[in-house]
Protein backbone atom coordinates (compact mmCIF):
# COMPACT_ATOMS: atom_id res chain seq x y z
CA UNK A 1 0.00 0.00 0.00
CA UNK A 2 1.05 3.44 -0.70
CA UNK A 3 1.14 5.77 2.77
CA UNK A 4 2.41 8.96 3.53
CA UNK A 5 2.30 9.97 6.95
CA UNK A 6 -1.41 8.70 6.56
CA UNK A 7 -1.85 11.21 4.16
CA UNK A 8 0.03 10.05 1.01
CA UNK A 9 0.32 6.41 1.59
CA UNK A 10 10.45 -2.57 -2.98
CA UNK A 11 15.61 -4.01 -4.91
CA UNK A 12 13.76 -7.18 -3.79
CA UNK A 13 16.29 -9.42 -1.96
CA UNK A 14 15.37 -12.58 -3.13
CA UNK A 15 14.51 -12.00 -6.68
CA UNK A 16 16.73 -15.56 -7.34
CA UNK A 17 14.33 -17.11 -5.08
CA UNK A 18 10.87 -15.55 -7.01
CA UNK A 19 12.15 -16.87 -10.30
CA UNK A 20 12.91 -20.18 -8.72
CA UNK A 21 9.28 -20.00 -7.56
CA UNK A 22 7.81 -18.69 -11.33
CA UNK A 23 9.89 -21.50 -12.92
CA UNK A 24 8.54 -24.33 -10.40
CA UNK A 25 5.02 -23.20 -11.36
CA UNK A 26 4.58 -26.12 -14.18
CA UNK A 27 4.61 -22.75 -16.94
CA UNK A 28 3.92 -23.98 -20.30
CA UNK A 29 6.73 -23.85 -22.80
CA UNK A 30 8.12 -20.13 -23.58
CA UNK A 31 6.80 -19.00 -26.00
CA UNK A 32 9.44 -17.19 -28.49
CA UNK A 33 9.11 -13.26 -29.03
CA UNK A 34 10.70 -12.21 -33.04
CA UNK A 35 11.51 -8.90 -32.50
CA UNK A 36 13.28 -6.75 -35.25
CA UNK A 37 16.60 -5.18 -33.59
CA UNK A 38 18.47 -2.24 -35.09
CA UNK A 39 22.48 -3.53 -34.32
CA UNK A 40 25.79 -2.61 -35.21
CA UNK A 41 27.66 -4.92 -36.40
CA UNK A 42 31.64 -6.12 -38.16
CA UNK A 43 30.75 -7.12 -41.38
CA UNK A 44 32.62 -8.24 -44.74
CA UNK A 45 31.02 -6.64 -47.62
CA UNK A 46 32.54 -6.07 -51.40
CA UNK A 47 32.48 -2.95 -52.88
CA UNK A 48 33.23 -1.57 -56.04
CA UNK A 49 36.10 1.11 -55.60
CA UNK A 50 37.93 3.25 -57.93
CA UNK A 51 41.33 2.77 -58.36
CA UNK A 52 44.41 4.07 -60.09
CA UNK A 53 46.44 1.19 -61.97
CA UNK A 54 49.66 0.73 -60.69
CA UNK A 55 52.26 2.45 -62.74
CA UNK A 56 49.83 4.00 -65.22
CA UNK A 57 47.59 6.86 -65.27
CA UNK A 58 44.45 4.35 -66.11
CA UNK A 59 41.66 4.81 -63.09
CA UNK A 60 39.27 1.75 -62.92
CA UNK A 61 36.62 0.64 -61.34
CA UNK A 62 37.96 -2.93 -58.97
CA UNK A 63 35.76 -5.04 -56.77
CA UNK A 64 37.63 -4.80 -53.21
CA UNK A 65 36.29 -6.66 -50.26
CA UNK A 66 36.64 -4.54 -46.75
CA UNK A 67 35.70 -4.78 -43.28
CA UNK A 68 32.76 -2.36 -42.06
CA UNK A 69 30.85 -1.18 -39.35
CA UNK A 70 27.15 -1.32 -40.59
CA UNK A 71 23.92 -0.72 -38.84
CA UNK A 72 21.85 -3.88 -39.79
CA UNK A 73 18.35 -4.41 -39.26
CA UNK A 74 18.42 -8.14 -37.93
CA UNK A 75 15.49 -10.75 -36.06
CA UNK A 76 16.51 -12.06 -33.25
CA UNK A 77 14.51 -14.55 -30.86
CA UNK A 78 13.73 -13.56 -27.29
CA UNK A 79 12.52 -16.09 -24.76
CA UNK A 80 10.23 -15.00 -22.90
CA UNK A 81 9.04 -16.99 -19.80
CA UNK A 82 5.44 -18.37 -20.43
CA UNK A 83 2.49 -17.94 -18.10
CA UNK A 84 -0.11 -20.68 -18.10
CA UNK A 85 -3.01 -20.52 -19.89
CA UNK A 86 -5.71 -19.45 -17.51
CA UNK A 87 -8.07 -22.49 -16.82
CA UNK A 88 -11.24 -20.44 -16.23
CA UNK A 89 -13.14 -19.86 -12.93
CA UNK A 90 -10.25 -18.97 -11.05
CA UNK A 91 -10.76 -16.71 -7.65
CA UNK A 92 -8.05 -15.04 -5.83
CA UNK A 93 -8.90 -14.13 -2.51
CA UNK A 94 -6.70 -11.76 -0.88
CA UNK A 95 -6.95 -10.38 2.84
CA UNK A 96 -6.51 -6.77 4.16
CA UNK A 97 -6.71 -5.23 7.94
CA UNK A 98 -8.07 -2.20 6.56
CA UNK A 99 -9.59 -0.62 4.03
CA UNK A 100 -7.17 2.58 3.18
CA UNK A 101 -9.27 4.76 0.88
CA UNK A 102 -12.88 5.75 0.60
CA UNK A 103 -13.10 6.59 -2.88
CA UNK A 104 -11.73 5.37 -6.53
CA UNK A 105 -12.17 8.95 -7.57
CA UNK A 106 -8.58 9.76 -8.04
CA UNK A 107 -9.09 13.61 -8.19
CA UNK A 108 -10.73 13.26 -4.34
CA UNK A 109 -8.50 10.54 -2.50
CA UNK A 110 -5.19 10.81 -0.52
CA UNK A 111 -5.07 7.17 0.58
CA UNK A 112 -4.38 4.24 -2.10
CA UNK A 113 -4.89 0.39 -1.51
CA UNK A 114 -4.10 -2.16 -4.32
CA UNK A 115 -7.41 -2.44 -6.26
CA UNK A 116 -6.37 0.90 -7.43
CA UNK A 117 -3.53 -0.39 -9.27
CA UNK A 118 -6.35 -3.15 -10.46
CA UNK A 119 -8.22 -0.87 -12.02
CA UNK A 120 -6.28 2.20 -13.28
CA UNK A 121 -2.92 2.78 -14.96
CA UNK A 122 -0.51 5.07 -14.61
CA UNK A 123 1.10 6.79 -17.86
CA UNK A 124 4.48 5.82 -16.91
CA UNK A 125 5.43 2.31 -14.82
CA UNK A 126 8.59 1.35 -12.50
CA UNK A 127 10.11 -1.98 -13.39
CA UNK A 128 12.31 -4.51 -11.18
CA UNK A 129 15.21 -2.49 -11.67
CA UNK A 130 13.48 0.79 -10.46
CA UNK A 131 13.95 2.03 -13.65
CA UNK A 132 11.04 4.15 -15.35
CA UNK A 133 9.34 2.81 -18.44
CA UNK A 134 6.28 3.14 -20.45
CA UNK A 135 2.79 2.88 -19.51
CA UNK A 136 0.23 4.26 -21.34
CA UNK A 137 2.79 6.43 -22.52
CA UNK A 138 4.93 4.64 -24.92
CA UNK A 139 7.82 6.87 -24.52
CA UNK A 140 8.58 10.62 -23.73
CA UNK A 141 11.09 13.25 -24.31
CA UNK A 142 12.15 16.26 -22.56
CA UNK A 143 13.46 19.54 -24.21
CA UNK A 144 16.74 20.58 -23.56
CA UNK A 145 15.75 23.29 -21.05
CA UNK A 146 13.42 20.38 -18.81
CA UNK A 147 10.15 22.83 -19.44
CA UNK A 148 8.15 21.00 -21.78
CA UNK A 149 7.62 17.18 -21.92
CA UNK A 150 6.28 15.23 -24.85
CA UNK A 151 5.02 11.66 -24.47
CA UNK A 152 3.39 9.56 -27.16
CA UNK A 153 0.42 7.60 -25.99
CA UNK A 154 -0.49 4.07 -26.82
CA UNK A 155 -3.02 3.66 -29.52
CA UNK A 156 -5.74 1.30 -29.47
CA UNK A 157 -6.75 1.13 -25.49
CA UNK A 158 -9.81 0.91 -24.35
CA UNK A 159 -11.75 1.87 -21.10
CA UNK A 160 -14.00 -0.56 -19.17
CA UNK A 161 -16.59 1.35 -20.51
CA UNK A 162 -15.82 1.43 -24.36
CA UNK A 163 -14.54 4.78 -24.29
CA UNK A 164 -10.96 5.76 -25.77
CA UNK A 165 -7.86 6.80 -24.07
CA UNK A 166 -6.69 9.65 -25.79
CA UNK A 167 -4.76 12.75 -25.58
CA UNK A 168 -7.81 14.90 -24.57
CA UNK A 169 -8.83 12.12 -21.81
CA UNK A 170 -4.86 13.28 -20.52
CA UNK A 171 -5.34 16.61 -20.72
CA UNK A 172 -8.43 16.54 -18.98
CA UNK A 173 -7.02 14.56 -16.18
CA UNK A 174 -4.42 16.33 -15.45
CA UNK A 175 -6.35 19.57 -15.03
CA UNK A 176 -8.42 17.65 -12.59
CA UNK A 177 -5.26 16.25 -11.12
CA UNK A 178 -4.33 20.14 -10.52
CA UNK A 179 -7.76 20.98 -9.18
CA UNK A 180 -7.71 17.78 -6.55
CA UNK A 181 -6.35 16.68 -3.35
CA UNK A 182 -3.25 15.59 -4.66
CA UNK A 183 -2.73 19.16 -6.27
CA UNK A 184 0.72 18.76 -4.90
CA UNK A 185 1.59 16.72 -7.71
CA UNK A 186 1.54 18.54 -10.82
CA UNK A 187 1.21 22.15 -9.39
CA UNK A 188 4.10 23.44 -11.35
CA UNK A 189 2.61 22.58 -14.94
CA UNK A 190 1.65 25.80 -16.83
CA UNK A 191 -0.17 23.50 -19.80
CA UNK A 192 -1.06 20.53 -20.84
CA UNK A 193 -1.38 21.04 -24.91
CA UNK A 194 -2.72 18.09 -27.21
CA UNK A 195 -0.70 17.87 -29.98
CA UNK A 196 -2.76 15.03 -31.46
CA UNK A 197 -4.74 11.77 -30.45
CA UNK A 198 -1.87 10.11 -28.84
CA UNK A 199 0.94 12.78 -28.45
CA UNK A 200 0.64 15.71 -25.52
CA UNK A 201 2.84 18.70 -24.70
CA UNK A 202 3.62 19.34 -20.71
CA UNK A 203 4.62 22.47 -19.80
CA UNK A 204 5.89 23.72 -16.67
CA UNK A 205 7.36 27.05 -14.89
CA UNK A 206 10.33 25.34 -14.31
CA UNK A 207 12.21 21.82 -14.36
CA UNK A 208 10.55 19.07 -12.62
CA UNK A 209 12.69 15.71 -12.53
CA UNK A 210 10.04 14.41 -10.04
CA UNK A 211 7.07 14.12 -13.00
CA UNK A 212 7.94 10.54 -14.10
CA UNK A 213 8.04 9.80 -10.70
CA UNK A 214 4.54 11.57 -9.87
CA UNK A 215 3.08 10.07 -13.09
CA UNK A 216 4.47 6.35 -12.34
CA UNK A 217 2.44 6.80 -8.72
CA UNK A 218 -0.60 4.54 -7.45
CA UNK A 219 -2.35 8.12 -7.38
CA UNK A 220 -1.95 8.65 -11.02
CA UNK A 221 -4.26 5.96 -12.37
CA UNK A 222 -6.07 7.26 -15.38
CA UNK A 223 -10.09 7.21 -15.38
CA UNK A 224 -12.46 7.21 -18.24
CA UNK A 225 -13.44 11.01 -19.01
CA UNK A 226 -16.79 9.76 -20.22
CA UNK A 227 -17.60 7.58 -16.97
CA UNK A 228 -16.90 10.12 -14.65
CA UNK A 229 -18.31 12.72 -15.68
CA UNK A 230 -22.07 10.40 -16.36
CA UNK A 231 -21.89 8.85 -12.72
CA UNK A 232 -21.27 12.43 -11.38
CA UNK A 233 -21.39 11.76 -7.00
CA UNK A 234 -21.29 8.18 -7.40
CA UNK A 235 -18.20 7.63 -9.22
CA UNK A 236 -15.29 6.77 -7.11
CA UNK A 237 -17.56 4.28 -4.43
CA UNK A 238 -20.35 2.49 -6.82
CA UNK A 239 -17.91 2.83 -9.90
CA UNK A 240 -14.72 3.22 -11.35
CA UNK A 241 -13.86 3.12 -14.86
CA UNK A 242 -10.18 2.77 -15.94
CA UNK A 243 -7.80 0.98 -18.44
CA UNK A 244 -6.33 -1.90 -15.92
CA UNK A 245 -6.87 -6.08 -16.18
CA UNK A 246 -9.59 -5.61 -13.42
CA UNK A 247 -13.00 -3.97 -13.39
CA UNK A 248 -15.13 -3.27 -10.77
CA UNK A 249 -18.21 -5.36 -10.11
CA UNK A 250 -19.17 -4.68 -6.23
CA UNK A 251 -17.64 -2.36 -3.57
CA UNK A 252 -19.37 -3.33 0.25
CA UNK A 253 -17.24 -0.50 2.03
CA UNK A 254 -15.01 -2.05 4.98
CA UNK A 255 -15.94 -5.48 3.83
CA UNK A 256 -15.04 -6.70 0.49
CA UNK A 257 -14.25 -5.67 -2.89
CA UNK A 258 -14.71 -7.62 -6.10
CA UNK A 259 -13.09 -7.20 -9.33
CA UNK A 260 -13.51 -9.23 -12.69
CA UNK A 261 -11.24 -9.67 -15.21
CA UNK A 262 -11.05 -7.02 -18.28
CA UNK A 263 -11.20 -10.02 -21.24
CA UNK A 264 -10.18 -6.82 -23.73
CA UNK A 265 -7.17 -6.07 -21.89
CA UNK A 266 -3.98 -6.48 -24.13
CA UNK A 267 -1.92 -3.49 -23.55
CA UNK A 268 -0.10 -4.62 -20.74
CA UNK A 269 3.28 -2.59 -21.12
CA UNK A 270 6.20 -4.40 -23.16
CA UNK A 271 8.89 -4.92 -20.52
CA UNK A 272 6.35 -7.23 -18.47
CA UNK A 273 6.44 -10.22 -21.38
CA UNK A 274 2.76 -10.54 -20.40
CA UNK A 275 0.87 -8.15 -22.52
CA UNK A 276 -3.04 -9.90 -22.28
CA UNK A 277 -5.38 -10.27 -19.94
CA UNK A 278 -5.02 -11.50 -16.28
CA UNK A 279 -4.62 -15.11 -15.12
CA UNK A 280 -7.04 -14.96 -12.68
CA UNK A 281 -11.14 -14.09 -13.39
CA UNK A 282 -11.58 -12.86 -10.23
CA UNK A 283 -10.04 -11.44 -6.80
CA UNK A 284 -11.96 -11.19 -4.11
CA UNK A 285 -10.60 -8.95 -1.60
CA UNK A 286 -11.48 -9.12 2.01
CA UNK A 287 -11.10 -6.43 4.98
CA UNK A 288 -10.52 -8.75 8.01
CA UNK A 289 -9.10 -6.57 10.70
CA UNK A 290 -8.48 -9.39 13.68
CA UNK A 291 -4.58 -10.67 12.69
CA UNK A 292 -6.12 -14.07 14.24
CA UNK A 293 -8.76 -14.39 12.02
CA UNK A 294 -6.71 -13.65 8.79
CA UNK A 295 -4.31 -16.47 9.60
CA UNK A 296 -7.37 -18.76 10.33
CA UNK A 297 -8.62 -17.73 7.03
CA UNK A 298 -5.10 -18.17 5.65
CA UNK A 299 -4.70 -21.74 7.08
CA UNK A 300 -8.16 -23.06 6.21
CA UNK A 301 -7.17 -22.14 2.75
CA UNK A 302 -10.40 -19.75 2.30
CA UNK A 303 -7.37 -16.80 1.67
CA UNK A 304 -4.55 -16.53 -0.86
CA UNK A 305 -2.92 -14.63 -0.12
CA UNK A 306 -2.42 -11.60 3.24
CA UNK A 307 -1.98 -8.10 2.17
CA UNK A 308 -0.64 -7.63 5.72
CA UNK A 309 1.49 -10.31 7.07
CA UNK A 310 0.91 -11.10 10.80
CA UNK A 311 3.03 -9.84 13.81
CA UNK A 312 6.90 -10.93 13.44
CA UNK A 313 6.80 -13.37 16.07
CA UNK A 314 4.37 -15.39 14.11
CA UNK A 315 6.33 -15.53 10.90
CA UNK A 316 8.58 -18.69 11.73
CA UNK A 317 5.54 -20.88 11.80
CA UNK A 318 5.57 -19.64 7.66
CA UNK A 319 9.10 -19.71 6.78
CA UNK A 320 10.36 -22.98 5.07
CA UNK A 321 6.76 -24.03 5.84
CA UNK A 322 5.88 -26.28 2.17
CA UNK A 323 2.23 -25.02 3.04
CA UNK A 324 3.35 -21.44 2.28
CA UNK A 325 4.85 -19.02 0.08
CA UNK A 326 6.83 -16.93 2.00
CA UNK A 327 8.78 -14.04 0.26
CA UNK A 328 10.41 -10.73 1.55
CA UNK A 329 11.72 -7.51 0.14
CA UNK A 330 12.92 -4.22 1.27
CA UNK A 331 10.03 -2.23 2.31
CA UNK A 332 10.21 1.83 1.68
CA UNK A 333 9.49 2.21 4.81
CA UNK A 334 11.21 3.86 8.17
CA UNK A 335 10.74 3.36 11.94
CA UNK A 336 12.37 6.27 13.39
CA UNK A 337 12.18 7.89 16.78
CA UNK A 338 11.05 11.30 16.59
CA UNK A 339 12.50 14.35 18.64
CA UNK A 340 10.63 18.04 18.58
CA UNK A 341 13.72 19.94 17.98
CA UNK A 342 12.10 23.27 19.90
CA UNK A 343 11.34 21.30 22.88
CA UNK A 344 13.51 22.12 25.86
CA UNK A 345 14.66 18.86 26.72
CA UNK A 346 15.90 18.29 22.97
CA UNK A 347 16.35 21.52 21.58
CA UNK A 348 20.37 20.56 22.17
CA UNK A 349 21.23 18.78 18.93
CA UNK A 350 23.81 16.64 21.26
CA UNK A 351 20.70 15.44 23.50
CA UNK A 352 19.00 14.06 19.73
CA UNK A 353 22.25 12.72 18.94
CA UNK A 354 22.56 10.60 21.68
CA UNK A 355 19.32 9.21 21.39
CA UNK A 356 20.70 7.77 17.78
CA UNK A 357 23.98 6.61 19.65
CA UNK A 358 21.69 4.80 22.39
CA UNK A 359 19.67 2.51 19.86
CA UNK A 360 21.17 -1.50 19.55
CA UNK A 361 19.57 -1.26 16.29
CA UNK A 362 20.93 -5.08 15.30
CA UNK A 363 19.53 -5.82 18.40
CA UNK A 364 15.65 -5.09 17.76
CA UNK A 365 16.00 -6.53 14.95
CA UNK A 366 17.11 -10.12 15.85
CA UNK A 367 15.07 -10.30 18.68
CA UNK A 368 11.58 -8.56 17.81
CA UNK A 369 12.04 -9.34 13.66
CA UNK A 370 13.46 -12.53 13.59
CA UNK A 371 16.24 -11.25 11.44
CA UNK A 372 13.86 -9.37 8.79
CA UNK A 373 14.88 -5.79 7.48
CA UNK A 374 17.81 -3.94 7.47
CA UNK A 375 18.92 -1.64 10.29
CA UNK A 376 18.84 2.05 9.34
CA UNK A 377 20.61 5.25 10.47
CA UNK A 378 19.49 7.56 7.61
CA UNK A 379 16.03 8.99 6.71
CA UNK A 380 15.46 6.92 3.37
CA UNK A 381 15.02 3.46 1.88
CA UNK A 382 18.75 2.34 1.31
CA UNK A 383 17.70 1.82 -2.39
CA UNK A 384 17.15 5.21 -3.03
CA UNK A 385 19.59 7.96 -4.63
CA UNK A 386 19.45 10.36 -2.16
CA UNK A 387 20.47 7.80 0.23
CA UNK A 388 23.97 6.80 -1.13
CA UNK A 389 26.91 7.23 1.15
CA UNK A 390 24.69 9.13 3.81
CA UNK A 391 25.08 7.00 6.61
CA UNK A 392 28.86 7.89 6.73
CA UNK A 393 27.58 11.02 8.89
CA UNK A 394 24.76 9.46 11.19
CA UNK A 395 24.87 8.46 14.49
CA UNK A 396 24.97 4.49 15.01
CA UNK A 397 24.98 2.34 18.11
CA UNK A 398 27.22 3.77 20.83
CA UNK A 399 26.43 3.47 24.41
CA UNK A 400 29.67 5.58 25.67
CA UNK A 401 29.34 8.44 22.83
CA UNK A 402 25.50 8.58 23.58
CA UNK A 403 26.46 9.31 27.84
CA UNK A 404 29.32 11.58 26.42
CA UNK A 405 26.88 13.80 24.49
CA UNK A 406 24.39 14.21 27.34
CA UNK A 407 27.07 14.76 29.83
CA UNK A 408 28.40 18.03 27.37
CA UNK A 409 24.69 19.20 26.96
CA UNK A 410 24.51 19.90 30.29
CA UNK A 411 22.75 16.36 31.76
CA UNK A 412 23.97 14.75 35.26
CA UNK A 413 23.00 11.08 36.32
CA UNK A 414 20.72 11.16 39.30
CA UNK A 415 20.65 8.50 42.16
CA UNK A 416 17.85 6.87 40.56
CA UNK A 417 19.21 6.21 37.43
CA UNK A 418 17.12 9.54 35.31
CA UNK A 419 19.06 12.07 34.29
CA UNK A 420 18.89 15.43 35.97
CA UNK A 421 19.65 19.27 34.27
CA UNK A 422 22.91 20.32 35.76
CA UNK A 423 23.58 23.26 33.11
CA UNK A 424 20.98 22.38 30.53
CA UNK A 425 19.92 25.60 28.07
CA UNK A 426 16.13 26.56 28.56
CA UNK A 427 16.10 23.84 31.27
CA UNK A 428 15.59 24.77 35.07
CA UNK A 429 18.27 23.14 36.61
CA UNK A 430 17.16 19.90 38.56
CA UNK A 431 14.61 19.20 36.45
CA UNK A 432 14.30 15.27 35.66
CA UNK A 433 14.96 13.87 31.94
CA UNK A 434 11.67 12.13 32.23
CA UNK A 435 9.07 12.33 28.89
CA UNK A 436 5.93 10.87 27.00
CA UNK A 437 6.72 8.19 24.29
CA UNK A 438 4.21 8.11 21.67
CA UNK A 439 3.65 5.58 19.47
CA UNK A 440 1.05 3.16 17.31
CA UNK A 441 -1.05 0.61 19.83
CA UNK A 442 -0.29 -2.15 17.74
CA UNK A 443 1.08 -4.68 19.52
CA UNK A 444 4.37 -4.64 17.26
CA UNK A 445 4.57 -0.99 18.10
CA UNK A 446 4.08 -1.57 21.89
CA UNK A 447 6.99 -4.40 22.06
CA UNK A 448 9.34 -1.90 19.85
CA UNK A 449 8.49 0.82 22.45
CA UNK A 450 9.45 -1.45 25.37
CA UNK A 451 12.66 -2.54 23.95
CA UNK A 452 13.54 1.35 23.15
CA UNK A 453 12.49 2.66 26.13
CA UNK A 454 14.70 0.18 28.11
CA UNK A 455 17.61 1.62 25.38
CA UNK A 456 16.86 5.42 26.59
CA UNK A 457 16.40 3.95 30.63
CA UNK A 458 20.14 2.87 29.86
CA UNK A 459 21.31 6.82 29.27
CA UNK A 460 19.33 8.16 32.01
CA UNK A 461 15.89 8.75 29.88
CA UNK A 462 13.01 7.94 31.01
CA UNK A 463 10.36 7.37 28.79
CA UNK A 464 6.91 7.27 29.66
CA UNK A 465 5.20 5.26 26.66
CA UNK A 466 1.78 6.11 25.69
CA UNK A 467 -0.27 3.79 23.01
CA UNK A 468 -2.83 5.78 20.42
CA UNK A 469 -4.72 4.47 17.79
CA UNK A 470 -3.94 5.53 14.05
CA UNK A 471 -6.85 9.02 14.29
CA UNK A 472 -5.82 9.79 17.37
CA UNK A 473 -2.24 9.45 17.07
CA UNK A 474 -2.44 12.05 13.96
CA UNK A 475 -4.26 14.55 15.91
CA UNK A 476 -2.21 14.45 18.78
CA UNK A 477 0.61 15.20 16.42
CA UNK A 478 -1.13 18.32 14.87
CA UNK A 479 -1.91 19.40 18.30
CA UNK A 480 1.84 20.38 18.74
CA UNK A 481 2.54 18.47 22.17
CA UNK A 482 4.63 16.03 20.83
CA UNK A 483 7.96 15.74 22.20
CA UNK A 484 8.95 12.01 21.68
CA UNK A 485 7.45 9.70 19.69
CA UNK A 486 7.94 6.62 17.56
CA UNK A 487 6.60 6.55 14.03
CA UNK A 488 7.07 5.33 10.49
CA UNK A 489 6.42 6.55 7.07
CA UNK A 490 6.08 4.70 3.91
CA UNK A 491 7.08 6.77 0.56
CA UNK A 492 9.85 5.59 -2.36
CA UNK A 493 11.05 8.43 -2.75
CA UNK A 494 13.49 11.05 -1.73
CA UNK A 495 10.99 13.93 -1.52
CA UNK A 496 9.74 12.61 1.86
CA UNK A 497 12.42 14.44 3.84
CA UNK A 498 10.50 17.67 2.18
CA UNK A 499 7.17 16.40 3.22
CA UNK A 500 8.40 15.94 6.87
CA UNK A 501 10.75 18.63 7.45
CA UNK A 502 10.38 21.81 5.06
CA UNK A 503 9.02 24.84 6.60
CA UNK A 504 5.60 24.97 3.78
CA UNK A 505 4.75 22.07 5.99
CA UNK A 506 4.62 22.91 9.50
CA UNK A 507 2.65 22.14 11.90
CA UNK A 508 1.87 19.27 10.08
CA UNK A 509 3.45 16.67 9.10
CA UNK A 510 6.27 19.00 10.13
CA UNK A 511 5.53 17.93 13.28
CA UNK A 512 8.69 18.07 14.84
CA UNK A 513 9.76 21.98 13.81
CA UNK A 514 12.56 22.16 12.38
CA UNK A 515 12.04 25.87 10.40
CA UNK A 516 15.40 26.09 8.49
CA UNK A 517 15.34 28.44 5.30
CA UNK A 518 18.79 27.52 4.08
CA UNK A 519 17.41 23.41 4.16
CA UNK A 520 14.11 25.09 2.71
CA UNK A 521 16.45 26.80 -0.29
CA UNK A 522 18.17 23.27 -0.72
CA UNK A 523 15.00 21.47 -1.71
CA UNK A 524 13.46 23.67 -3.28
CA UNK A 525 16.06 23.76 -5.80
CA UNK A 526 16.53 19.93 -5.83
CA UNK A 527 12.81 19.69 -6.68
CA UNK A 528 12.19 22.68 -8.81
CA UNK A 529 15.82 23.88 -10.59
CA UNK A 530 17.66 20.79 -11.71
CA UNK A 531 16.76 19.50 -14.26
CA UNK A 532 17.06 15.36 -14.49
CA UNK A 533 16.16 12.51 -11.92
CA UNK A 534 20.18 11.94 -11.63
CA UNK A 535 20.93 15.27 -10.81
CA UNK A 536 18.41 15.60 -8.14
CA UNK A 537 19.31 12.51 -6.66
CA UNK A 538 23.05 14.04 -6.11
CA UNK A 539 21.86 17.24 -4.42
CA UNK A 540 19.49 15.05 -2.27
CA UNK A 541 22.29 13.66 -1.13
CA UNK A 542 23.55 16.97 0.38
CA UNK A 543 19.93 17.69 1.34
CA UNK A 544 19.99 14.54 3.55
CA UNK A 545 23.75 14.70 5.01
CA UNK A 546 22.65 18.22 5.64
CA UNK A 547 19.26 17.43 7.73
CA UNK A 548 20.99 14.97 10.05
CA UNK A 549 24.11 17.25 10.74
CA UNK A 550 22.19 20.32 10.98
CA UNK A 551 19.23 19.11 12.90
CA UNK A 552 18.65 15.17 13.68
CA UNK A 553 15.09 15.52 14.43
CA UNK A 554 14.81 11.41 13.79
CA UNK A 555 17.29 8.78 15.34
CA UNK A 556 16.13 6.03 12.53
CA UNK A 557 15.57 2.54 13.76
CA UNK A 558 14.68 -0.17 10.73
CA UNK A 559 13.94 -0.07 7.09
CA UNK A 560 11.35 -2.68 7.58
CA UNK A 561 10.59 -6.14 4.73
CA UNK A 562 8.15 -6.57 3.66
CA UNK A 563 6.85 -10.15 4.10
CA UNK A 564 4.53 -11.62 1.97
CA UNK A 565 2.49 -14.16 2.80
CA UNK A 566 0.35 -16.79 0.90
CA UNK A 567 -0.59 -20.38 0.11
CA UNK A 568 1.80 -22.53 -1.83
CA UNK A 569 -0.49 -22.95 -4.70
CA UNK A 570 -0.06 -18.91 -4.93
CA UNK A 571 2.21 -18.86 -8.93
CA UNK A 572 3.61 -16.10 -10.42
CA UNK A 573 3.73 -13.60 -7.57
CA UNK A 574 6.15 -10.87 -8.53
CA UNK A 575 6.19 -7.97 -6.40
CA UNK A 576 7.68 -4.81 -7.45
CA UNK A 577 11.33 -3.12 -5.35
CA UNK A 578 9.63 -0.67 -3.12
CA UNK A 579 6.20 -0.66 -4.62
CA UNK A 580 5.50 -4.33 -3.45
CA UNK A 581 2.23 -4.90 -4.70
CA UNK A 582 1.05 -1.36 -6.16
CA UNK A 583 1.91 -2.19 -9.88
CA UNK A 584 -0.34 -3.57 -12.21
CA UNK A 585 1.78 -5.65 -13.37
CA UNK A 586 1.93 -8.03 -9.91
CA UNK A 587 -2.44 -8.61 -11.30
CA UNK A 588 -1.86 -9.69 -14.26
CA UNK A 589 0.83 -11.85 -13.89
CA UNK A 590 -0.44 -13.94 -10.58
CA UNK A 591 -2.57 -17.31 -11.04
CA UNK A 592 -3.78 -20.18 -8.50
CA UNK A 593 -2.84 -23.60 -9.35
CA UNK A 594 -5.52 -25.89 -9.27
Not at 518 to 541: I, L, Q, S
Amino acid sequence: MNHKSNVMWKLVLLLVTLSMVATAAGCATPTPEVIEKVVTQIVKETVKETVVVEGTPQVVEKEVTKIVEKKVTTVVEKVVTAVPEPKGDVTLVVAASEQYGETFDIFNTSTTMEPHVMIYEPLVTIDYNYEFRGGLAERWETSEDGLTWTFYLQKGVKFHDGSDFNAEVVKWWLEGMQQGVNSYMFESMTEAMVVDDYTIDLTFEAPFPNLLYNLSSSFSGIMSKEAYEKYGDEYGTKYAVGTGPFMLEEWVQNDHLTLVKNPDYNWAPAWTGHKGPAQVDKILYRIIPEDATRTIELQAGNVHLLIDAPSPRELPQYQNNPDYLFLQGPDASIQFIGMKVDHPLFKDIRTRQAVGYAIDRDLIIETIYQGLGRAATTYLSAELGGDKGVAAVAPSYDLDKAKELLAEAGWVMGDDGILVAENVEGVEAGTKFEVAYWTYQQDEYKRLAEVTQNMLAEVGIKANIQLMDNATYSDALKGGETALILRRYGWDNNDIIEWFHHGKYAPYPNYLGVNDPVFDAMMDDANYDTPTWGERDAKYVEIHKYLIEKWYPWAPIRQRADVFIGRSNLKSFKPIPLKGLSATIVWTQIYVEQ
